[in-house]
């Protein structure tokens, strides 16, 4: 009691001068003890002086210029570009820059001069076009909604067009989303944002009787501005409309109410003239033009007596004009069709125009209609009797009965181990399963319709030139790919002219993820595919396949790749556009290789030799078409595996090698080009600089910086930059990691360090981090943190362990280089990160503390859980995925126990805040409650967080801005040596949360 009684006194007399500081005792709570008080008196003492520090800190730094060190409230605030363009003649850059609440700006620059004209930018994305010819520059706005996404009445959106030339500005109020007429770029179409329908009158006087239903309508106004003029044209009933590429035809398609004057118009858009070129008392729909906009198709939906839905009917349009040419297919009228099924979504022609490809799916017969109930007279007496079968009695009788459903069925769901997906899969997939389509084409010369896909082998692509279509079956192997993850493919080589089908390839093998790659040829007469090491191709035409890497000289196995796969591919970059050669990467440099088999050359050369991944093969075609033409430059990005210098490559066809445009000490986005000139665009970022847009010519040997997107950061500490450290992890392979200094940061002094860990990392050392809710990046390193992020890499049956062996040995490597304090060190991770911070504790105590968020923690209950956001097993993730088992836990038990976090619990003396939230879809909630409890049955120092209705990570903003403040209480503490916060040393019960909650600090 001595001890306690000065420290007592001195804090009465501190609460005598600050209103609000009072300790409330409620009449339920037991009455505290001297010290309990004098420990509340002190506390807030404490809080009072933290505050007392921040306001001085921030008038020190206002009155001396000083930089502040970032907090939560700069989250909202902090901008990224949303969207950036290049106009057609290179002369003009705009972007869409944001933050991430509130009003954003869309800014105009004049490349060559450097001004700008900047404009209100409102909220979300919106559409933000040049027009082809580069005169006119337009984009929609919508002010962003007040009160909040849900509260008050969205206002109207707004076209805004820019005389490109005058730099006169229109504004055309309530106008939506908006198209230039191609090339031409005379028009502009755009509808206006619909107004809610007015409430209905009632008219006085006896009511008449009730006018006959009228069909709804799906068309709505549309508005062509001619953009000289600025004057309007409305066109009513729209439904669906497009340009051709050229500007010079409009097609709309017409749905009006009770399908009166419904159909297809064609407009010349030079004299205004209309041609109607399908009417009927129909719903038409799915408007969709060849590659070159000279033909379209559209389906024609009419009401079917004996099924339910439409009976759609394909109709395609050439010879556009007046009296465009017309070709039909209607089902009804062909034998072959299958009578139960309908044709589903779009149609399109073939490229040769001699057919339609389409999609069918099964439809249903209609039911008899059920009479009409009978009209209930009121009764005059009451019965005392129950009525049997007055549903609100049954379950009464006989005590502890259960009221039934309204149906009187029982809720059940029956698990079958025949079951090919699990019920919550199937669940999942319902809506899937019920609107499954299949494959045809419909010949229009021959008059034939062939089904390509069907129950047996649903997937069927049609290639290029609709010459062959290739068919993939995973059907018999799909059942174990559920249980284990491995998935085989057979392919099939399909005769569009006949359905006929020939095996090429079995048993193609890929992860559960999804079938095996096959890629088609841009000719249509080839696919590539690999299997048992190597790649392959093949001939449809002669129907045999050749393996093209045999005889190339250098293996295309990823032999990096760690999970449980046996020899996986390294990555193909497609087709030569003339389809003689295929295009590979070996993990570093790309290949030419002839798809004759007879080898191949590498366009690179250097990229194994100096370390350095060539990525991609890009060309900048006004329009997109499939293949690269190697008879052009094409472009490839370069990242330097063991520098993290990033670049861009020409590749010549004249010359060998890659000619280096880009090389440097950051990281570059993907270039853009306009369409018509010899104008670049592309991001460049570091640690420490944001990711803006520069602009260049073709060169590439001048960048010319055109955006500005946080200025504001210039006022606030940000990190001093970033090292790259290098250690030796699993089998004495050779890692990397990314040590990221904090802000004024001094050579010799050691900092307190947050470790944050998933997989590989290190490739992050030049990307930006702005400030985030709930991340270990800038915040942290603005005040006073260094930040960790190592590579980890795998050993099969040891991820857990394997994990350990990496992260030590890059903490050492961090505490060598003089910045990390070796005793402040903190581990964070999620999910599988969550996972590998909730082991690490229980094998190592070099950690002062550290964060687990949805962790795996039990391995064995974990194998067999559901992974509820997709209703599968977590089963192949563990044997084929990141798990990085090779079989069940029957097969490898004493490898599934010595990885998992539970089974070693009593081992932990690391301060571990654990997150989980009860509907975690991904990791079920029990992981977190069963490391929980063992740990807080060990008497372990564990607190787990669990924010109501949430799933794998957070969404609600009030619960991230929770957790990301008492992530900082939490790291504060135990490495800044800051007061414990209350929930953390105490705890919070039930009955006190709601005013823990309103007394929380606020970001």
């Given at each position: 009691m001595s001890r306690s009684t000065p420290t007592l006194r001195r804090g009465l007399a501190a609460l005598g001068l600050v209103v609000g500081f009072v300790v409330t005792l409620r009449a339920d709570d037991p009455p505290k003890t001297p010290d309990q008080q004098a420990a509340d008196i002190e506390k807030q003492i404490a809080d009072l002086q933290k505050k007392l520090d921040e306001l001085k800190a921030k008038k020190s730094a206002a009155a001396t210029g000083a930089k502040k060190p970032l907090t939560l409230a700069e989250v909202d605030s902090w901008r990224s570009i949303r969207f950036a363009a290049l106009s057609p003649d290179g002369k003009w850059f705009a972007h869409r820059v944001g933050p991430n609440e509130g009003e954003g700006e869309l800014i105009l620059r004049n490349i060559a001069d450097g001004k700008e004209r900047k404009f209100s930018g409102g909220s979300g994305f919106g559409v933000t076009l040049f027009s082809l010819d580069s005169k006119w520059f337009g984009f929609t706005y919508t002010p962003p909604t007040k009160g909040g996404p849900t509260g008050g009445t969205r206002p109207k959106a707004k076209i805004v067009l820019v005389n490109l030339a005058s730099g006169e500005k229109t504004e055309i109020e309530g106008g939506g989303a908006f198209r230039f007429n191609g090339e031409a770029a005379t028009y502009i179409a755009y509808r206006k944002v619909a107004e809610p329908p007015a409430a209905p009158t009632t008219p006085g006087g006896p009511a008449g009787p009730a006018p006959a239903p009228v069909a709804p309508s799906a068309g709505s106004d549309l508005v062509l501005r001619e953009l000289s003029a600025g004057t309007d044209f409305v066109l009513g009933n729209v439904a669906e409309y497009d340009f051709d590429k050229k500007g010079e035809w409009l097609v709309t398609v017409i749905d009006a109410a009770g399908q009166i004057g419904n159909g297809?118009?064609?407009?010349?858009?030079?004299?205004?003239?209309?041609?109607?070129?399908?009417?009927?008392?129909?719903?038409?729909?799915?408007?969709?033009?060849?590659?070159?906009?000279?033909?379209?198709?559209?389906?024609?939906?009419?009401?079917?007596?004996?099924y339910e839905g439409k009976s759609i009917a394909v109709i395609g349009f050439t010879d556009l004009g007046p009296k465009a040419a017309k070709t039909v297919f209607d089902p009804k009228d062909d034998k072959d069709f299958p009578k139960d099924m309908a044709i589903s979504g779009t149609a399109s022609w073939t490229d040769a125009l001699d057919g339609f490809s389409f999609n069918i799916a099964e439809r249903k017969k209609k039911t008899e209609t059920a009479p009409a109930p009978k009209e209930v007279k009121p009764e005059t007496k009451t019965d005392a009797k129950a009525d049997p079968k007055d549903e609100s009695k049954k379950g009464k009788k006989g005590g502890g009965g259960f009221a039934s459903g309204g149906d009187g069925k029982p809720d059940l769901v029956v698990w079958h181990w025949k079951d090919e997906r699990l019920q919550p899969m199937q669940e999942k997939q319902a809506s899937t399963d019920r609107t499954v389509s299949y494959s045809a084409v419909y010949w229009t010369k021959e008059k034939k319709f062939v089904r390509l896909a069907d129950d047996k082998m649903k997937q069927v692509t049609l290639a290029a030139k609709q010459k062959f279509a290739i068919g993939r079956d995973t059907k018999p192997y799909e059942y174990m790919s559920y249980l284990n993850g491995k998935l085989y493919t057979d392919v099939y080589m399909i005769d569009p002219k006949t359905g006929a089908k020939k095996k090429v390839v079995d048993k193609l093998v890929s992860l559960f993820f999804g079938g095996a790659s096959i890629s088609s040829a841009p000719t249509g007469t080839h696919f590539l595919f690999y299997k048992d090491g190597h790649y392959h191709v093949c001939d449809m035409a002669a129907g045999k396949c050749v393996n093209v890497t045999e005889k190339v000289g250098v293996s295309f196995v990823d032999t990096e790749d760690d999970h449980n796969f046996d020899k996986p591919p390294t990555q193909s970059y497609g087709w030569s556009r003339d389809g003689k050669f295929v295009l590979l990467s070996d993990g570093w440099d790309i290949w030419k290789v002839n798809i004759d088999g007879s080898g191949g050359e590498s366009l690179t050369k250097n990229g194994k030799a100096d370390g350095i991944r060539y990525r991609g093969m890009m060309q900048f075609d006004p329009e997109f078409k499939p293949g690269v033409d190697l008879t052009r430059p094409a472009y490839t990005m370069m990242y330097g595996e063991w520098t993290k210098k990033d670049g861009l490559a020409r590749i010549d066809p004249s010359k060998g090698g890659a000619n280096v445009l880009l090389w440097g000490d950051c990281s570059y986005g993907f270039a853009t080009k306009a369409r018509k000139a010899d104008v670049f665009a592309l991001t460049r970022q570091t640690a420490v600089e944001c990711p803006d847009y520069y602009t260049t010519d073709g060169t590439f040997k001048e960048l010319k910086r055109a955006t500005d997107t946080n200025p504001q950061q210039k006022d606030f500490k940000w990190t001093a930059g970033a090292k790259l450290i290098e250690y030796k992890g699993v089998g004495g392979k050779r890692l990397q990691g990314v040590l990221f200094l904090p802000a004024d940061y001094e050579p010799g002094k050691k900092y307190p360090t947050?470790?944050?860990?998933?997989?590989?990392?290190?490739?992050?050392?030049?990307?930006?981090?702005?400030?985030?809710?709930?991340?270990?990046?800038?915040?942290?390193?603005?005040?006073?943190?260094?930040?960790?992020?190592?590579?980890?890499?795998?050993?099969?049956?040891?991820?857990?362990?394997?994990?350990?062996?990496?992260?030590?040995?890059?903490?050492?490597?961090?505490?060598?280089?003089?910045?990390?304090?070796?005793?402040?060190?903190?581990?964070?991770?999620?999910?599988?990160?969550?996972?590998?911070?909730?082991?690490?504790?229980?094998?190592?105590?070099?950690?002062?503390?550290?964060?687990?968020?949805?962790?795996?923690?039990?391995?064995?209950?974990?194998?067999?859980?559901?992974?509820?956001?997709?209703?599968?097993?977590?089963?192949?993730?563990?044997?084929?995925?990141?798990?990085?088992?090779?079989?069940?836990?029957?097969?490898?038990?004493?490898?599934?126990?010595?990885?998992?976090?539970?089974?070693?619990?009593?081992?932990?003396?690391?301060?571990?805040?654990?997150?989980?939230n009860d509907k975690d879809g991904a990791v079920d909630f029990t992981q977190g409650v069963e490391y929980y409890n063992t740990l807080r049955r060990l008497q372990k120092p564990v607190v787990m967080l669990q924010y109501r209705g949430e799933n794998h990570g957070l969404a609600k903003p009030e619960n991230r801005k929770d957790y990301a403040i008492r992530m900082r209480e939490f790291f504060d503490h135990h490495l800044m040596g800051k007061p414990a916060p209350d929930w953390w040393a105490e705890g919070v019960p039930h009955l006190k949360m709601d005013d823990h909650l309103k007394n929380r600090p606020k970001p």
């Open positions: 297809v118009h064609l407009r010349d858009m030079k004299t205004g003239a209309v041609h109607a070129i399908e009417t009927g008392k129909a719903g038409y729909r799915g408007l969709s033009w060849n590659e070159e906009s000279t033909a379209f198709t559209v389906t024609k939906g009419t009401d079917d007596p004996a947050i470790v944050y860990i998933y997989e590989k990392l290190s490739q992050g050392l030049h990307r930006y981090q702005p400030p985030s809710l709930g991340a270990v990046g800038s915040i942290y390193t603005s005040n006073g943190y260094a930040v960790l992020m190592p590579d980890i890499t795998y050993r099969l049956n040891d991820p857990g362990v394997s994990a350990v062996e990496c992260i030590l040995p890059a903490l050492d490597a961090a505490v060598a280089t003089g910045v990390v304090d070796n005793d402040k060190v903190a581990l964070h991770g999620h999910s599988w990160g969550g996972y590998q911070t909730a082991f690490l504790v229980t094998q190592t105590n070099r950690f002062k503390c550290a964060i687990a968020g949805a962790a795996l923690t039990d391995l064995v209950s974990m194998y067999s859980s559901v992974y509820w956001n997709v209703g599968m097993a977590n089963q192949p993730i563990f044997e084929s995925s990141q798990g990085r088992f090779t079989g069940g836990y029957w097969e490898q038990q004493e490898a599934y126990i010595r990885n998992s976090p539970v089974y070693h619990a009593q081992k932990v003396k690391t301060p571990l805040l654990l997150l989980h």
